[in-house]
């Protein structure tokens, strides 16, 4: 059984997170639904419904996420009339395109995908139900972007950030914290494509795509590159998730650009000194971190400059660390493989983990059941009804998030240090 997020959730989440089309659910009702109370989530701002959305049955009242609504005599029929009808009233209705998501009932019985290319509503050359998330969300990305119209120039320095945007633990907030950093650098516009709110026409007049995720935007850049000659960077050190490898980050791509990352970095740098100083204040509780289990499962973009940053910085041993890819496995099993601990990668969860990332639900039973040991909520599913301190994972931003939360949410690190507490 599978208990990841699949391919279909990708493509919706990335047809929402570029924003140029409408994401019809070609599905029952029922699909629809689910799907909406996950983009409820990974949207925190509200929007009032628009007033369009009555005019089309195939939005029933509510404005984002139309459907088809599959019964049974389309699973014996068909449903292509369905879709050409939806097409054509979602199209009315909005004035955008539209972007066709099956769910897996449709892509299994009833899906018609012989309708022309120019014709039929938006969606990828494959079955969304048999890919990963990641697949899905480039597969979809890359059809979106196939079918608009990029064909606008920029005279200003400008960047494409691929692979990053609504699945993302605090995505707005990640693009507030890079943002200033590129900026800083000489970049005027960057541009995450992905994050809602963009225009696409300057997509293709970008010098570089730089590739947070890159199982999750590689076709994306090969597409790029080979239409619009835009050269792809693939982070060495993986996403920006810790300082070193937000400065790695910007180092490379001050290389790709021929631009001087040193303003970025020293921003960077002062954020670090102002959270070392901190930490040097809890000095025993910092230092009580040595030779605690790490456990994460994540994406290994992200597992990996994680586990260099945890390891590195706090000497933390890493004792079970699951990817939900293999981008950067290589690297992974090198670097624990070079420290003496190769089995870290098939290890499992040990019954006294001190230390686990992961995901929302996990963290939220860890800690239930397990006061004693940090769990770091940060990737899908989340468990935070609403997010009012900006949290994210990546950039300095990041770092004070995933720091604070390591340091407060447990207590077997204390040590006897006095605190506060201690006055009661």
Known sequence: MRIQPDGTLGAVLASEGLGFTETLVNGAGGCRSRTQIVMRDVIPS???????????????RQSRLPCTYLNGDDMVFGCEGKVEAAKDSIEEVSGKGTAMVDTLAASLACSDHSMPVGGGPIMPDCDLSMLTFDGGYDAMTRAILERSDLSGKRGRRSVNILGYGLADMGWESGVETLTPLLNAMGIDDVMFVGCRNMDPHGISGAELDVMLHPQRSSSTADYLETRFGIPGLRPSLGAPVGYTATRNLLMEIGEMMDLDPSPAIAMVDKDE???????LNLNKGVN??????????????????????????????????????KEYLPELNDYLGNLGFPGAMDGAMPDDPDVVFTDGIEADLGRKTDGASSYIEMRLPFIRSIDLLDRTIIGPRGCRYLLDSLLNNASRFRCGQPSNADMR
């Open 46 to 60: 509200y929007s009032p419904e628009g007033q369009g959305c009555c005019r089309s049955r195939y939005f029933s």
């Open 273 to 279: 000194r102002r959270v070392r100083d901190r930490l």
């Open 288 to 325: 009580s971190l040595r030779c605690r289990n790490l456990c994460m499962e994540c994406e290994s973009s992200i597992a990996y400059p994680l586990t260099v940053w945890m390891v590195g910085k706090f000497g933390l041993i890493p004792r079970s660390i699951k990817v939900t890819d």
